[in-house]
C-alpha cells in the first residue's frame, strides 16, 4: 500500500521560529510537493522537486523554502514562522509522469 | 499554464438527490484532468482520471465525470448521494511536473 506520511498531524508554533515540516513517501517517486489548504482558496502549490537535490518555486513560495537530500524526503521549512502561516500543510508524491498524486494526513500549522 | 476553476464553492443537497459539481479547464490541446475527494478528517484521495479515449470516466463510490473538449469542461456527477459523500472536492490538472488544483467544492448531504 503506497505511502505518504508527514512526521506531525499538529503544531504549535510561536511567531519568529523556525519550522522544519517532513514528507516521507515509500513509492520510489520522482516527483514531491508541498501545498498549503485554506478554505476557499483550495490547494496552492508551495514548492515542488522532480529529482533529488532539484527544486522548483510554486505559485507561493515567499517566506517558505525546501530541501530534498534524499530521494524518499522532501522537508518544508518555515525560517520565521509568521501568523499569516497558519494553515494546512499537505505534502504529495507522483511518478515522473503525473498519473496520479498520493497525499499525506496533512500537518495542521498554527502560528502563535 | 493549464489551470482549472470551480465555480461551485458550497453545495448543499438531501439524501438520494443528483450531484453535478463543475470544473473548467483554462485551454485546448491535450490535456489530463483529476478529481480527488477529502473526506472529513482524511486525506485526499482519486476520485477519477481523464487521459484519453472515452470521455466519460467512472471512478469510485460511484462517481463519473464527463470531458467535453468544446466546453472546456470536466464535470463530476453522481445519480444519487448518501450522507457519506459529504465531503470536499477538488479538481485538477497537471501542468509539466506541476499538479494545480481548483479552489474545491465543499458537498453537504443532509439525510
Known amino acids: 500500500d503506497v505511502k505518504v506520511t508527514q512526521s506531525s498531524r499538529y503544531l504549535v508554533k510561536r511567531t519568529g521560529e523556525k519550522v522544519f515540516l517532513e514528507c516521507v513517501q515509500d513509492m520510489d517517486h520522482e516527483n514531491m510537493f508541498w501545498y498549503r489548504q485554506d478554505p476557499g482558496l483550495g490547494l496552492r502549490l508551495i514548492y515542488f522537486?522532480?529529482?533529488?537535490?532539484?527544486?522548483e518555486k510554486g505559485d507561493i513560495p515567499e517566506g517558505y523554502s525546501v530541501s530534498r537530500e534524499k530521494k524518499e524526503r522532501f522537508s518544508l521549512i518555515l525560517e520565521s514562522a509568521s501568523t499569516n502561516q497558519t494553515s494546512m500543510y499537505l505534502c504529495a508524491s507522483t511518478p515522473d509522469r503525473i498519473t496520479e498524486a498520493f497525499f499525506g494526513q496533512g500537518t495542521r500549522l498554527t502560528v502563535v | 499554464a493549464q489551470s482549472v476553476s470551480q465555480h461551485n464553492h458550497h453545495v448543499i443537497l438531501s439524501e438520494a438527490a443528483s450531484l453535478e459539481l463543475g470544473c473548467n479547464y483554462s485551454y485546448g490541446g491535450t490535456v489530463n484532468l483529476f478529481w480527488y475527494v477529502q473526506y472529513p478528517g482524511q486525506h485526499l484521495q482519486l476520485l477519477l482520471k481523464?487521459?484519453?479515449?472515452?470521455?466519460l470516466v467512472k471512478g469510485i463510490k460511484g462517481f463519473e465525470a464527463e470531458f467535453i473538449k468544446s466546453k472546456f469542461s470536466f464535470n463530476l456527477r453522481k445519480p444519487s448521494v448518501q450522507w457519506s459523500d459529504t465531503a470536499e472536492y477538488f479538481c485538477a490538472v497537471p501542468n509539466d511536473y506541476k499538479l494545480s488544483f481548483g479552489a474545491g467544492t465543499t458537498v453537504t448531504v443532509r439525510a
Open positions: 481523464y487521459f484519453s479515449g472515452d470521455p
Open positions: 522537486s522532480y529529482d533529488v537535490k532539484m527544486k
